[in-house]
């Protein structure tokens, strides 16, 4: 039977996949035209959660995140690891796939969070040699993730946009642009967030991201905000999100819930606010 | 200076261990708590893996123990692999060797359930031979035929009553364990692992099927271990489950 169903990500709001959520995504999609799975979690060798992912590709274009490749470690990229990615990648055949500038992978120790990286000539030049190892093994185009940051560190000498911008240039990978990101990083490094989207290739940018964040203050007082992933997108970040939409264009905007993970008319109605974003651009 | 990923590691694992310097805020002082976030980003995650994997383990000791020794191992142990789903393979020895909880002599026993139960969740899927097909063979043949497990069937042999103890501490409960072996057979009709109490001798059969043994082999060790095995029980679990994918069966000179 011919596939009929399009293979790229759709300029429309998609969720992180839960399982919990599977009938009802099923039922009662609503606004959720696409949805992004976490690789790692679709790397046993069978049972319920292939299956589950099998039926949902029928229906949804589906977008592969990583969160284990440790693309900014100071070793060499896990093998074992990227086999396995090429072999998701292999039989899902994603709508996109995309992983992070960050590491979480040192020695043979998988720490389980995205690690920050100064950002300096040495770094820039070990992550672009190592995507392209990923991108020539899974022979795909990647995306990569700006990060959220709680510090800096001193030895940085390249803005964050340009050290992005630059990976892309000498890459070719694109660009995954998280906006719930900026807010905490601009928040927690004393900057503007308008002017890091100003800064940024939008026109390199093929996906969006949208999440909760956690209020806290270091001990000085200063605002800390935790990328938590664990209730709705705040007002400024919807802001930010109209501003780059109206600069950019319309993208494939994802809301991500992670912790505390809510029924689905709370994650649909977080698509459906995205949607009517997306709307109003059109003229 | 430059801030390697070795000294943030050690940082991340061991709250002891300063954050490097380099690692600042945006006035330039060391990170302090903006440091700590990361670290508790990963203890907090692996935590809840660790929960995750180990239910029943963690009702036994209580949330507090739980977390308490669940802080300890992540640290000896962190993971070696971005697959999560298998974090806490050295779960169980850990726990064996863990001077507080030593009097509590099955629980080492009990997180290898809990381990073989998310092996065989995310094993590979297999078809099961049909029931009838062991009905249309003969006594001789069925007994000199080897049998080919799933993937997702596993086998634990215990001196400890671990399927009550594991059944006592479902939603739904169970009778008080008493004190005896047992041995488990798990089995993954569709997509949820099940695990059934084998009758006496079970554990024996099972574990020579594994090892390539014809039926008939394995029913004699199962029968030196019991005297009254049940075979038919023990194939009807392995049966009913849909455990067995493949009849081997002697090749007819």
Known sequence: MLDTRPNYLPNRPGVGYKPQHFSDILDHPGTVAWLEIHAENYMGAGGRPLAQLRALAERFPISVHGVGLSIGGEGSLDDEHLARLKHLIGWLEPASFSEHLAWSTHGSHFLNDLLPLPYTEETLARICAHIDQVQETVGRQMLLENPSTYLAFAESQIPEAEFLTEISTRTGCGLLFDVNNVFISATNQKTDPYSYIDAFPLDRVQELHLGGHDEDHDEHGAPLLIDSHGREVVDAVWKMYEYTIAKGGPKPSLIEWDTDVPDWPVLEAEAARAQSILQQVLV | ?253
């Open chain 2, 1 to 253: 200076m430059s801030v390697g990923q070795t000294d943030f590691r050690t940082a991340i694992l061991d709250a002891r261990v300063a954050a490097p310097a380099g690692l600042v805020d945006p006035e330039g002082r060391p990170a302090g708590k903006r440091f700590d976030v990361y670290r508790n980003n990963v203890a907090v995650s692996l935590t809840e893996a660790l929960k995750t994997a180990f239910p029943v383990i963690r009702k036994l000791l209580g949330d507090e123990n739980f977390a308490g020794i669940a802080g300890l191992f992540l640290r000896q142990h962190p993971p070696t692999s971005p697959l999560l789903m298998f974090y806490g393979a050295e779960f169980p020895d850990f726990l064996a060797g863990f001077e507080p909880v030593r009097h509590l002599g099955y629980l080492a026993d009990v997180a290898r359930l809990e381990l073989a139960l998310r092996h065989s969740y995310h094993a590979a899927d297999a078809t099961p031979v049909a029931p009838q097909a062991f009905q249309d063979m003969t006594p001789q043949a069925l007994m000199a035929a080897r049998l080919r497990l799933a993937p997702a069937v596993q086998l634990l042999r215990s001196h400890w009553p671990i399927h009550a103890i594991w059944q006592f501490n479902q939603p739904q409960g169970g009778p008080k364990p008493e004190m005896r072996p047992e041995s488990i057979l798990i089995t993954r009709p569709d997509y949820d692992p099940v695990p059934h109490l084998l009758p006496a001798g079970g554990g024996a059969l099972v574990a020579a099927l594994g090892d390539g043994q014809p039926l008939g082999n394995a029913v004699a060790t199962a029968t030196t271990k019991a005297p009254d095995f049940d075979l038919a029980a023990t194939l009807g679990l392995l049966i009913g489950g849909g455990a067995i994918t493949e009849i081997l069966q002697e090749e007819t000179p």
